[in-house]
């Protein structure tokens, strides 16, 4: 007999309308809906598959239902706050990437959620990428040797562009914060950082112009690896590429197109794939995954594949790159 679970979706902009539209395509998942927004409620409960649960205005009363999971894509600054008024009450988390505006409070929801022992998950869902899972795999087998360094790149005007709100114009480095993903993967091929180089700058004519619009970063790792990291609000359409370099080969894979390429000291491979989805569909399957991972690992009592300290670890580097930078 299949196991319901009582799935409640905490803020409705871009991704928690995402969140709660691909859960309602399951039969297994019963969504519910919470926003202060009427706009907001009516949209998202518009493009379910089924109808919602229920839909609510206020947090308290959706706690009251005593949701199974809540997935919380509320701003940033009020990440932590909600969660833990979750976790506090008896539901597991998953809490958007990043897991929290400030480190403390991040350890404070971390902390709370292991003593009450809730499942957490923080929203870094391109850990489901199948690129990065390939790439991954090849490194694992030895393929490209030992790991000496790397380069990942994200350019992404349209990320200003499709927002709801005004946070990233409103918060400054938002863009360090927003593009922890490539801070969560960086550090699940490397390792833990050890020093770390960054420079900022705010450029170009552009009508959406957050402070800064550039990071430059250089990560330096326990192994040695080295690791040069570029993000922009300026690049249109968007660009995202990852390479990984070993003493015995080379990885480069571009995100947007789903191609990895190969070099070995003996040869060059090349794989494409031929049925690579449009990207909205890509980001919309990644989602999918990530739904599938939590519900499985909760209901079987597992660890969460992208846990609150690896959330506590992306925003530690994401924060040591705005002081350096600064």
């Not at 005007?157 to 927003?178: E, F």
């Not at 020093?195 to 959406?208: C, F, N, S, V």
């Amino acid at each position: 007999m299949e196991t319901t679970t009582k799935a409640l979706v905490l803020g409705l902009g871009s991704i928690g309308q995402r969140h709660a539209r691909l859960l309602s395509e399951r039969s297994d998942v019963e969504v519910s809906l919470c926003d202060i927004s009427e706009a907001l409620r009516h949209q998202a409960a518009d493009a379910l598959v089924k109808p919602p649960a229920a839909v609510y205005s206020l947090f308290a009363d959706a706690l009251q239902a005593q949701p199974d999971i809540a997935f919380v894509c509320v701003p940033n600054h009020l990440h932590v706050p909600m969660a833990l008024q979750a976790v506090q009450h008896g539901t597991d988390v998953l809490v958007e990437k990043p897991v929290s505006d400030s480190l403390e409070k991040a350890r404070e929801l971390v902390t709370a959620a292991e003593a009450a022992n809730r499942f957490l998950q923080v929203g870094y869902m391109l850990r489901y990428d199948e690129g990065l899972i390939t790439m991954k795999a090849i490194i694992d087998k030895g393929e490209i040797g030992n790991l000496v360094g790397g380069r990942a790149m994200i350019g992404t005007y349209v990320t200003l562009l499709n927002a709801k709100g005004s946070d990233r114009i409103d918060h400054p480095n938002s863009l360090v914060v927003d593009y922890t993903h490539e801070l969560d993967f960086i550090s699940w091929f490397f390792g833990e950082v050890k020093d770390i180089m960054a420079m900022q700058t705010r450029m170009g004519d552009l009508d959406l112009k957050p402070h800064p619009n550039i990071f430059q970063i250089g990560l330096k790792f326990n192994s040695g690896a080295v690791v040069q990291v570029h993000m922009d609000y300026i690049q249109f359409p968007q660009r995202r590429i990852f390479e990984v370099y070993g003493d015995r080969g080379t990885l480069c894979y571009d995100f947007m197109t789903g191609e990895i390429r190969h070099f070995t000291v003996q040869r060059a491979h090349e794989w494409t794939n031929k049925n690579v989805l449009p990207v909205t569909d890509r980001w919309d399957d990644l989602f999918r995954k990530e739904h599938e991972s939590v519900l499985m690992r909760r209901s079987e009592g597992l660890t969460p594949f992208v846990s609150g300290a690896d959330g506590l670890r992306a925003l530690e580097i994401a924060e040591w790159v705005i002081r350096v930078a600064r």
